[in-house]
DNA sequence: TGGGCTTGCGCAATCGATTCCGCTATGATA
DNA sequence: TATCATAGCGGAATCGATTGCGCAAGCCCA
C-alpha cells in the first residue's frame, strides 16, 4: 500500500529504479533518454495515472504558463466572445485562462490584477476600465506582458493592443445613412471616456461635417453601453418636438433600450426612425427587426490579443509595439 | 542596485534584518510577531511593491488557491451569467478562477480537466458533456470536489450539484398552456442525453398526460439547444397538415430560430402560434415579442456552486453531498 | 590500445514561500 | 533568588518539479 495520496514524480523514478532527473526529462522530451526508458517511463505513468504537478513546474521555470484576462462584463456577448477566442488560442498552446470580470469598477479591475501578479501569470489580456497604474507599472517592471483590448487607455508609452477601428466604423456608418438621403441623424454615443466611445462618436462628427450635415445637439446623447440608458436616451430625444429621421446607436444593447423607447410611443423601426448600431456577430439576427450594423469580430479579437500575447512569451517576440487594428465588418437588418 | 528583478519575501527579511520565518508571519497573521516588527514589516512591503509569489505558496500549502470551472459555451449568456456569479463568490474568498470552455466536445473536457487538475485547483464547477470519467475518478481520489450544475450526470454516487428544477419548469409552464384553453401543443425538445433536455421534456410529457391531452408525435422535435436547430425543427413542425397553437421550446435560442421560422412562413407570434420557453434573466426583453419564458436564475446558480465548493474546502464542509434545486422565475411576455 | 566523442543517467542545487521545532530573553511566580 | 512559562524570532526542512554539471560506459578511428 502506498502512503501518498497522489503519484509525484519521485514515486515514478523510485518504482522503475530511475532517477527524478531522468524521468522529468523522459516526459518533457529535453534532455537525452534512451528510447527504452523512455517507454518504461510513459507505461508507468500511465499505470499509476501519474498527474504531473504544474504549481511545481511554474515556480521552477519561473512561470505560471497561463494568461489572464480581464473584462468589465463577463455577460456582455461581445467580451464573452472575446475570451472564447483567447482561451481557445491559449489552451491550444498549453496555457490555461484565468478570468476575472471587473463590472467596470476600478477597484475591482486592481483587485484582480493583483490577484493575478500573484499568480504569476505570464501575460494579460485587458479590456481595462483605466485605474490601476501601480498595477500597470507592476506588469512592466516584472516584464508581464499586456494586450489591451476594446478600451484602449492613454499610457505614456506604446503597447499592444487589438481593437477595431471604431472612428472608420462609425463614419462608414454615418455615410450609409447619408447616402440613403437621410440627413437629420442623431446619435447616442457611449462614455467618452471609453476610447470605443470617444471614436465612434469622432467617426459620426466627421461624416457629418464632411457631408455638410449639422449636427443637432438635442439629438446627441450620451449612454453607458448598457440597455437602460439607451432607453432613456431615446426617450428624451424622441421628447423633442423635432425628431431624427435615424440615429446612429454606439452599441447594440443600447439599440434594444431605444428600440423599445420608440416601440413605446407607437412607433416602428423603421418606418418612424431608423436605427443603426455597432456590436458582436452573434447577437444580430435574434432581433426583430434585425439591426443594421457594424459587428466586430469577437472571437477574433481574442484570438489576436492571445496570439500576440503568446508571441511575446516565446522567442518570436516582434521588436515594436503591436498595434492591431481589424476592420468591422458590415450586416445589413432591416432596422433602416 | 538590487540584482532582482522583482522583490522576494527574502529581500524584505534582509532588508530589516529578519529571518523570512518571521516575515512570513507577520504577513500571514499566523504565530507570533510582536507589533513593531508587524508594522515594520508592512512598510518594507509597501515601500518595496512587495508581491507573494502565489505559486510557491501554493507548493508549499499543498493547494492552488483557485477553482476551475469548465462549460460547454461561453457565449451562451447562461453559462456567461453563470460564471460571473461564480466568480464573485470566487474572488471575494481569494480564489482565482481558472475557466474553460469545452464547446461541447467530451475530448476537450476532458483535456481541460486534466490542465485543470494538473494546475491543482482546489474545487472544480463542471457544467459537463459527459464524457471524463477518468478525469472524474481522478478528482475523487485526489480529493478534488466537483460541484456539477445545468447537466447532472448519472454517476454510481452521490454528488454536490446546483440546478433548476427542470421538470417541474416545464410541467407548470405546460399547465399555464392548457390553462389558457390550448391543447394542441408541440413541443421542441433539447438533446435527450442532457439532463436539462430530458427532465423539460418529461415535464411537458407529464402535464399532457394530466390534462389527458394526446401527444401528437408530428408536433414532438427534437433540437441542440441552438438557433440554428430550432428553426429546423419549427420548419419541419409547420410543414405538417396541421400545425400546433402553441409550442413549448426547450430554451431561448432554439426559440428565437423557431420565431424566425414562423416569421419566413408569413405568421405571426403569438396571432398564428404561441411560445414558450425556459433561460436566463437578462436575454429576455431584448426581444419583440418578448417570450413567456421559465426563467434560470443562472447568476444565482453560479454563486451557490461556488459557495458549496468553497465550504467542502473549508471547516464547514457538510456532511452529505448537496443537491441543492432552485425555482424557475416565471416570466410572462407577449408571445403567447 | 588509447584518446576523444557521444550517450545515458544521477547528484544536488534551485525556484519562493511556509511551518515545525527549538533557542533566547523577559517577566512572573513561588 | 531560583524556576518556569511564554512571547518573539531564527534555522532548516519541505512542497514537487527542473536543470547544470559531471561521471561512466560505449563507440569510433587512428
Not at 136 to 152: E, K, S, T, Y
Request: contains cysteine; hydrophobic residues 40%; neutral net charge.
Amino acid at each position: 500500500m502506498n502512503e501518498h495520496r497522489v503519484v509525484r514524480l519521485k514515486d515514478i523514478a523510485q518504482e522503475l529504479g530511475l532517477s527524478e532527473s531522468t524521468v522529468s526529462r523522459a516526459l518533457s522530451g529535453t534532455g537525452r533518454v534512451s528510447e527504452a526508458t523512455r517507454l518504461l517511463v510513459q507505461q508507468a505513468v500511465k499505470k499509476r495515472d501519474y498527474t504531473p504537478n504544474d504549481i511545481a513546474r511554474s515556480l521552477r521555470r519561473r512561470d505560471g504558463r497561463s494568461i489572464g484576462i480581464i473584462v468589465t462584463d463577463i455577460t456582455n456577448i461581445f467580451f464573452a466572445s472575446v475570451l472564447k477566442g483567447a482561451q481557445m488560442v491559449a489552451h491550444e498552446q498549453g496555457y490555461s485562462t484565468l478570468l476575472s470580470n471587473s463590472d467596470e469598477d476600478p477597484a475591482l479591475e486592481t483587485a484582480s490584477l493583483r490577484l493575478m501578479l500573484q499568480k504569476q501569470v505570464s501575460g494579460l489580456i485587458l479590456a481595462t476600465v483605466g485605474g490601476s497604474p501601480n498595477q500597470l507599472a507592476q506588469c512592466r517592471r516584472q516584464g508581464v506582458p499586456i494586450v489591451f483590448i476594446d478600451n484602449l487607455p492613454n499610457l505614456g508609452y506604446p503597447y499592444d493592443s487589438v481593437s477595431v477601428d471604431n472612428h472608420k466604423s462609425a463614419y462608414l456608418l454615418t455615410c450609409k445613412l447619408l447616402k440613403r438621403g437621410m440627413r437629420r441623424i442623431g446619435v447616442i454615443t457611449g462614455p467618452l471616456g471609453q476610447s470605443s466611445g470617444l471614436h465612434r462618436w469622432e467617426g459620426y462628427e466627421r461624416a457629418m461635417q464632411e457631408a455638410g450635415c449639422p449636427i443637432y445637439r438635442p439629438w446627441v446623447k450620451q449612454g453607458d453601453f448598457r440597455v437602460e440608458s439607451g432607453y432613456a436616451a431615446m426617450s428624451s430625444m424622441l421628447a423633442q418636438q423635432e425628431t431624427p429621421q435615424a440615429v446612429l446607436i454606439a452599441n447594440n444593447y443600447m439599440a434594444f433600450g431605444a428600440i423599445r423607447a420608440i416601440r413605446e410611443r407607437g412607433w416602428q423601426v423603421p418606418r418612424d426612425i431608423a436605427i443603426v448600431s455597432f456590436d458582436t456577430e452573434d447577437i444580430s439576427g435574434l432581433m426583430h427587426p434585425s439591426i443594421t450594423t457594424m459587428n466586430q469580430p469577437a472571437v477574433e479579437i481574442g484570438r489576436q490579443a492571445a496570439e500576440i500575447l503568446i508571441d511575446r512569451l516565446t522567442d518570436n517576440a516582434p521588436e515594436d509595439a503591436v498595434a492591431r487594428v481589424l476592420d468591422p465588418i458590415f450586416v445589413e437588418g432591416t432596422s433602416w
